[in-house]
């Protein structure tokens, strides 16, 4: 949480965290209780009602800094032409001429008047233009230039959007990789509550308190859909999308607005399964994706087991252990991460089969290894060492292990 200053946050503060949890609550239900999709695709394609997509709130700190706060804001323009030289200041000091066509870098209607020694003033006018046979260009003021800075430089306001920039996760995370940061931030020069999601690892909201709490939801459930991979949906990004979207912060139908929540809508309720199954794809495979998941600590209850002969084609990520209970054979074809603190426990007569692929630790650390046993309780601290390995382990077509801790 970035608020403006501690004595004037402009923000949330520490009174608002229960109000904080309560939004992914939302965004949680948005992606877990789809609705069917408005507008549909050329191609009948499955309502899947979940996306088991879940966010989870780990931690919620406050910073405050008025830099970093304001994401779109607007500041004295500095560069090779500005500040420039004023010309002359004439009719009733509300017009100034200045040498050259400045057109191009007026961005908005505020300028900034300085001359040495002098504090700098800021003022507001209505037109400028450039006059081509003087080369200079004109600007009206709403109210008199004071005299006093005829022999000074001007600048104008141009607006800013650090809206999607990098600056807060590294000024504020310190480029940390293994969460996804929200930052919830302001804006002096726009009201309305806008986002950007550009990266796997940080996403900013500002102006949340300009909004409702379920419009607010909303648009963080549509820029964590960016930063899990997803793109909007006026181009669509699968096959089973509409052709075309209409954006707009407007009320859905069945003939031109989905109610996507990649889309620009009122009504985000709906992803495809092409952009689930994306989804699901890139946090399988990915191990700088995998590294912001749940699934890279430990827990016992995220434990795997194969209590029948199974094979796996696809690549997996488990929380917890493995299990592969008496007798069972598990084929794996494909890329298996599992957290550190975690162990392949193999029962009597167990197999486990690892045909050209790796059992790794995609989170960055290690794994623990293969334990063998007569049978598995559930607790591994009253597991006892047998003289004989029970289980079978077989590794083909150059399948190995990676990142394992060291055998005893």
């Not at 959007?161 to 020069?189: E, I, M, P, R, W």
């Not at 603190?341 to 029962?347: F, N, P, S």
Request: a positive charge; aromatic letters at 12%; one cysteine or more.
């Amino acid at each position: 949480m970035v608020q403006y200053s501690k004595t004037d946050p402009r923000n949330y503060t520490e009174k608002d965290t229960a109000a904080l949890k309560q939004q992914f609550d939302l965004i949680n239900l948005f992606y877990n209780e789809m609705e069917a999709p408005t507008l549909k695709p050329t191609k009948e394609v499955d309502h899947l009602r979940s996306a088991r997509i879940r966010f989870q709130v780990v931690e919620i700190r406050f910073h405050q800094d008025e830099r970093l706060w304001d994401r779109i804001g607007l500041h004295p323009a500095e560069n090779r032409q500005l500040p420039a030289a004023i010309d002359s200041i004439s009719s009733g000091r509300k017009e100034i001429w200045i040498a050259g066509n400045h057109m191009y870098r007026i961005g908005n209607k505020k300028a900034q008047f300085r001359r040495e020694g002098m504090q700098h003033l800021d003022m507001q006018f209505d037109t400028a233009f450039f006059h081509r046979e003087k080369k200079m260009t004109k600007i009206i003021f709403r109210e008199s230039v004071p005299v006093e800075y005829a022999q000074g430089k001007i600048t104008f306001y141009m607006e800013e959007d650090k809206n999607c920039h990098d600056d807060l996760f590294h000024n504020l995370a310190q480029s940390d990789s293994s969460y996804l940061h929200v930052f919830y931030t302001g804006a002096s020069a726009r009201k309305m509550a806008f986002g950007c999601g550009p990266s796997p690892y940080y996403l900013n909201v500002s102006n949340y308190t300009n909004g409702g709490e379920w419009a607010n939801a909303q648009l963080s459930a549509h820029e964590l859909g960016h930063c899990v991979g997803l793109s909007h949906t006026d181009f669509p990004q699968f096959d089973d999308l509409p052709k075309k979207d209409k954006f707009g912060f407007i009320d859905c139908d069945s003939i031109e607005v989905s109610n996507n929540i990649m889309g620009y809508n009122k009504c985000r309720r709906y992803l495809s399964p092409k952009q689930i199954a994306w989804v699901h794809q890139e946090y399988s495979l990915k191990p700088y994706r995998i590294r912001t998941t749940a699934y890279c600590t430990y827990n016992p209850q995220y434990t795997w087991t194969i209590r029948k002969n199974t094979t796996w084609n696809r690549a997996m990520v488990i929380g917890g252990d493995l299990v592969i209970r008496k007798g069972k054979t598990l084929t794996v074809n494909c890329m298996v991460s599992l957290p550190e603190g975690a162990h392949i426990i193999l029962e009597e007569g167990a197999k486990l089969i690892l045909n050209g692929n790796v059992i790794t630790n995609n989170c960055g650390g290690t794994w623990n290894g293969v334990l063998y046993c007569r049978k598995f309780s559930g607790d591994k601290s009253r597991l006892k060492p047998v003289k004989k390995k029970k289980g079978n382990v077989q590794l083909q077509n150059g399948g190995r292990f990676e990142r394992m801790q060291q055998q005893n």
